[in-house]
């Protein structure tokens, strides 16, 4: 008798599959777009354009925070998944009774516990009517960005509103690497907010509510409860960036509203850096620092601004378009059709 032996199969490299190409094609564009800049301007990657650019992003940087603590929690379903429109109104309406108290004298705790009181009430008021009342996030989130456009101006007499403390020049001051205290805090403030998404239980069920809310009821988690806290987070993440916003304007002004489309462009560019092109906190951090270079450059080669509108559109075209091409050849896999 003879033994045979059977070679052992070939393993061929696995070629990467669609998601992987997405991810790779966006770090190489955000590269590429970087170097364009480079090439263009001489400052544009110095250590102080750069620190400036932290700075900058601080506003719409948290925002994007919170409005995906929201898309995470309410999943991705379209016109019935997590969204809040009203999250770059909320911003003005926080930046507003931050000014007008520190305007009027008021002590600068109370103006602060003021105005993180407003966002979370905010995004109270949005949790109530869309996890309680059941009306759709989409026209929810619109009512109530009405809702603080009307506040904002009541308050303000729609007019700018100055205000100055010694606590906004400590912000705005350089620290470590040239880049201001308020950039360190944006920062420090995204590290906090990942690290709760991705090592607690809080971070970990939201996340199950979003994907799977059946499977996660059924596994005794509230779907609910865990949903209006998104959209309280939301609120206070709106108020955070007031604080921000109030610093770099050293006061409140109209048109706070006017962000609200790179804060969702920020937001949905990171699904491309998720493995289950989800929302991610990271993904987040890393859209709204590089849409932020990208106006940084644009103003360094004396483009005009108005052409950052129809950047960011086309982008959100461009994510959503690719990830739910890709989200229906993954279930296509998954059921061996």
């Not at 509203?257 to 560019?269: E, F, G, P, S, T």
């Not at 950052?308 to 378009?321: D, S």
């Amino acid at each position: 008798m003879t033994d045979v032996t059977q070679a052992a199969p070939i393993e061929h490299p696995r070629k990467p599959n669609g998601q992987q190409w997405l991810q790779h094609i966006s770090l190489l564009l955000i590269l590429l777009v970087l170097a364009v800049f480079a090439w263009l301007s001489p400052i544009f990657l110095t250590v102080i354009n750069l620190g400036n650019v932290s700075q900058q992003t601080a506003v719409v940087g948290t925002l994007a925070l919170g409005l995906t603590l929201v898309l995470s929690g309410g999943g991705l379903q379209g016109i019935t998944g997590g969204i809040d429109l009203s999250i770059a109104a909320n911003l003005g309406l926080c930046a507003a009774v931050l000014a007008s108290q520190l305007n009027a004298g008021h002590a600068i705790p109370q103006a602060l516990l003021l105005t993180l009181f407003t966002g979370a009430a905010m995004g109270l008021f949005n949790a109530l009517a869309i996890v309680w009342l059941g009306i759709l996030p989409l026209l929810a989130t619109l009512t109530s960005m009405n809702i603080a456009i009307g506040l904002e101006m009541v308050l303000t007499g729609n007019a700018s509103v100055p205000a100055s403390s010694d606590w906004q020049n400590l912000l705005l001051a350089n620290g470590p690497l040239g880049v201001s205290w308020l950039g360190w805090s944006f920062l420090c403030l995204a590290c906090a907010a990942i690290a709760l998404c991705r090592f607690t239980a809080f971070g970990l069920r939201l996340q199950a509510v979003g994907s799977h809310p059946q499977a996660a009821n059924a596994a005794g988690i509230s779907v609910k409860r865990y949903r209006a806290l998104s959209y309280v987070l939301c609120g206070v993440s709106a108020a955070f960036a007031a604080i921000a916003s109030v610093s770099l304007l050293s006061g409140s002004s109209p048109g706070a509203n006017d962000n609200l489309l790179m804060v969702i462009a920020a937001a949905l560019l990171g699904v491309v850096f998720s493995r289950r092109l989800v929302p991610t906190l990271g993904g987040a951090l890393i859209s709204a620092l590089f849409l932020s270079l990208i106006a940084n450059g644009f103003q360094l080669i004396n483009v005009s601004s108005y052409w950052i509108n129809g950047v960011e559109g086309a982008l959100i075209l461009l994510v959503v378009a690719l990830t739910a091409l890709l989200r229906r050849r993954q279930l296509r896999s998954t059921q061996g059709v």
